[in-house]
């Protein structure tokens, strides 16, 4: 009974001293990290550990938990290589602050108990339970970027003296990112919002997506110098399948097999009475091409979409209004990565819409990221529709009115950026134009008399085909004013 008594009381003192000596590691290693907190409680016989309200700050980083639980200690692997070694980690209310600080300045967060951080931490598992993620600009209260945390879920977490140095201080293998609210103010003008994001493993859905107008249209004419869109873009849901993610000489590449978009309503509105941005647009091959992050996306599907487009021409008037519903695209080979490659996939984007809420509109459109040239094939056809329903947009943004009916129109266009040329058949009945006053609501009877003169009034069915129609590109505007004038050119062939 002695002995036993003894023994127990020898394994007490034992497990005070290790209790003792791997609590003291456990503060060492914090106070390495420029930890601060209210407790380290370490229970040897179940292995486990816990930290009470602890914080830590990292060059302008700053973390904040109420609890993290530590299981299954690897005593063994501490007391002889004084690495920590842990099979789960529960975290609950982490809390992270993000400062942006120029680069200019010298980081005075890094203190030089940091860079005495010998250690190896590994854990196999770790949950966190709630919390948040906001960005500040440097000395500002309001935050950039928030986000509401649910849980995240992770394996392998590696944290030495190397990854301390990163932006993210450790390495890990993602599970399940779980958040349940997102903002981010994109710029002076808009602002991004999200109501769920769940990654898991390298599968990714987004509910509720929204790219948002800071100011209303009025509002935004008064915060701009020059011409410049207004916007108003919601998504009900984003798929992406097979995300991948990774730094490539200093560079972001991004990687997945597949996105799908679904249900989205796209606003634009564009005020001519601004002054023009003369600044020159390229074309979106070189924007890909040139773009700092890196791309390698399979595939995008857009399903049931809804477009709508205004242009304020004039300060009396309404604006010009054009609109695509039930849109779905199907776009294939993204990337610009590997540009030399002699196979280089090219991209293709195949369309179908309804303009105007009536006539079947399918487009096809391909070019070749790679090709620094930046040619394009673009071809398309447009079903039946009503000459009045042209008319909201071309009544107040070009002073005319026609009556009588498109039946079928095709084009088909190859260019560059500076110049296309292509061809286009064009089938109409009784159409007829009405060149309006200059307050837009009454016909000028003369004007619009000798216009008609010069309009080719086709009998139903019969076909105006032109080829060799060329279009100097105003490389000043968008690809899609450049898509605008080759259809415009060969409709006014067709009519003229």
Same mark, same amino acid.
């Given at each position: 009974?002695?002995?036993?008594?003894?023994?127990?009381?020898?394994?007490?003192?034992?497990?005070?001293?290790?209790?003792?000596?791997?609590?003291?590691?456990?503060?060492?290693?914090? #106070?390495?990290?420029?930890?601060?907190?209210?407790?380290?409680?370490?229970?040897?016989?179940?292995?486990?550990?816990?930290?009470?309200?602890?914080?830590?700050?990292?060059?302008?980083?700053?973390?904040?938990?109420?609890?993290?639980?530590?299981?299954?200690?690897?005593?063994?692997?501490?007391?002889?290589?004084?690495?920590?070694?842990?099979?789960?980690?529960?975290?609950?209310?982490?809390?992270?602050?993000?400062?942006?600080?120029?680069?200019?300045?010298?980081?005075?967060?890094?203190?030089?108990?940091?860079?005495?951080?010998?250690?190896?931490?590994?854990?196999?598992?770790?949950?966190?339970?709630?919390?948040?993620?906001?960005?500040?600009?440097?000395?500002?209260?309001?935050?950039?970027?928030?986000?509401?945390?649910?849980?995240?879920?992770?394996?392998?977490?590696?944290?030495?003296?190397?990854?301390?140095?990163?932006?993210?201080?450790?390495?890990?293998?993602?599970?399940?990112?779980?958040?349940?609210?997102?903002?981010?103010?994109?710029?002076?003008?808009?602002?991004?919002?999200?109501?769920?994001?769940?990654?898991?493993?390298? #599968?990714?859905?987004? *509910? #509720?997506?929204?790219?948002?107008?800071?100011?209303?249209?009025?509002?935004?004419?008064?915060?701009?110098?020059?011409?410049?869109?207004?916007? #108003?873009?919601?998504?009900?849901?984003?798929?992406?399948?097979?995300?991948?993610?990774?730094?490539?000489?200093?560079?972001?590449?991004?990687?997945?097999?597949? *996105?799908?978009?679904?249900?989205?309503?796209?606003?634009?509105?564009?005020?001519?009475?601004?002054?023009?941005?003369?600044?020159?647009?390229?074309?979106?091959?070189?924007?890909?091409?040139?773009?700092?992050?890196?791309?390698?996306?399979?595939?995008?599907?857009?399903?049931?979409?809804?477009?709508?487009?205004?242009?304020?021409?004039?300060?009396?008037?309404?604006?010009?209004?054009?609109?695509?519903?039930?849109?779905?695209?199907?776009?294939?080979?993204?990337?610009?990565?590997?540009?030399?490659?002699?196979?280089?996939?090219?991209?293709?984007?195949?369309?179908?819409?309804?303009?105007?809420?009536?006539?079947?509109?399918?487009?096809?459109?391909?070019?070749?990221?790679?090709?620094?040239?930046?040619?394009?094939?673009?071809?398309?056809?447009?079903?039946?529709?009503?000459?009045?329903?042209?008319?909201?947009?071309?009544?107040?943004?070009?002073?005319?009115?026609?009556?009588?009916?498109?039946?079928?129109?095709?084009?088909?266009?190859?260019?560059?950026?500076?110049?296309?040329?292509?061809?286009?058949?064009?089938?109409?009945?009784?159409?007829?134009?009405?060149?309006?006053?200059?307050?837009?609501?009454?016909?000028?009877?003369?004007?619009?008399?000798?216009?008609?003169?010069?309009?080719?009034?086709?009998?139903?069915?019969?076909?105006?085909?032109?080829?060799?129609?060329?279009?100097?590109?105003?490389?000043?505007?968008?690809?899609?004013?450049?898509?605008?004038?080759?259809?415009?050119?060969?409709?006014?062939?067709?009519?003229?």
């Amino acid at each position: 009974m002695i002995a036993i008594g003894v023994l127990a009381l020898i394994l007490v003192i034992a497990n005070n001293i290790l209790e003792s000596k791997i609590k003291k590691g456990i503060e060492k290693n914090l #106070d390495s990290a420029n930890a601060v907190y209210e407790k380290v409680d370490v229970k040897l016989l179940n292995r486990s550990a816990e930290v009470i309200d602890a914080a830590i700050s990292i060059r302008g980083k700053m973390l904040k938990v109420d609890t993290i639980r530590l299981n299954d200690i690897e005593i063994l692997e501490y007391l002889t290589n004084k690495n920590i070694v842990i099979g789960d980690l529960r975290i609950s209310n982490l809390e992270v602050k993000i400062f942006k600080l120029p680069k200019k300045e010298k980081d005075t967060s890094t203190s030089k108990k940091q860079n005495s951080f010998k250690n190896k931490i590994r854990i196999k598992s770790v949950r966190v339970s709630g919390g948040s993620l906001k960005i500040f600009e440097k000395d500002s209260s309001n935050h950039r970027f928030y986000s509401k945390l649910r849980d995240i879920s992770m394996e392998q977490v590696r944290i030495d003296s190397t990854s301390l140095k990163e932006s993210v201080p450790f390495n890990y293998d993602l599970i399940l990112l779980n958040i349940d609210s997102l903002y981010y103010d994109l710029n002076d003008l808009q602002k991004l919002y999200v109501g769920d994001l769940v990654i898991r493993n390298d #599968d990714v859905k987004i *509910t #509720d997506f929204q790219l948002k107008p800071k100011f209303s249209r009025n509002e935004h004419q008064q915060n701009i110098s020059k011409e410049t869109d207004w916007y #108003d873009l919601e998504i009900d849901s984003i798929g992406i399948q097979g995300l991948t993610w990774s730094l490539q000489n200093d560079s972001l590449k991004i990687g997945n097999s597949l *996105t799908h978009i679904d249900q989205f309503n796209f606003v634009i509105y564009r005020d001519k009475l601004q002054p023009d941005d003369n600044s020159i647009k390229p074309l979106y091959s070189q924007m890909l091409r040139e773009m700092p992050v890196l791309l390698q996306i399979d595939s995008i599907s857009l399903t049931n979409g809804y477009l709508k487009y205004e242009e304020k021409i004039h300060a009396d008037r309404e604006p010009g209004i054009v609109d695509f519903s039930n849109m779905n695209f199907q776009i294939s080979q993204i990337s610009n990565v590997n540009l030399d490659k002699q196979d280089f996939p090219e991209t293709v984007i195949k369309a179908q819409a309804d303009f105007m809420e009536t006539a079947s509109l399918d487009v096809n459109w391909s070019f070749n990221i790679a090709d620094t040239q930046d040619r394009f094939n673009i071809s398309g056809e447009l079903g039946r529709i009503a000459a009045e329903q042209i008319n909201e947009f071309m009544k107040p943004a070009m002073n005319v009115q026609a009556h009588g009916e498109i039946e079928d129109m095709f084009f088909n266009f190859a260019g560059g950026p500076y110049k296309a040329n292509g061809d286009m058949r064009l089938e109409y009945k009784d159409f007829k134009i009405e060149v309006l006053q200059k307050d837009g609501k009454e016909k000028n009877k003369v004007v619009s008399a000798l216009a008609n003169l010069i309009v080719k009034n086709k009998a139903q069915n019969s076909k105006a085909n032109h080829k060799d129609i060329a279009v100097e590109r105003d490389r000043t505007k968008s690809f899609w004013n450049y898509l605008w004038n080759m259809i415009k050119n060969g409709a006014l062939k067709a009519f003229i």
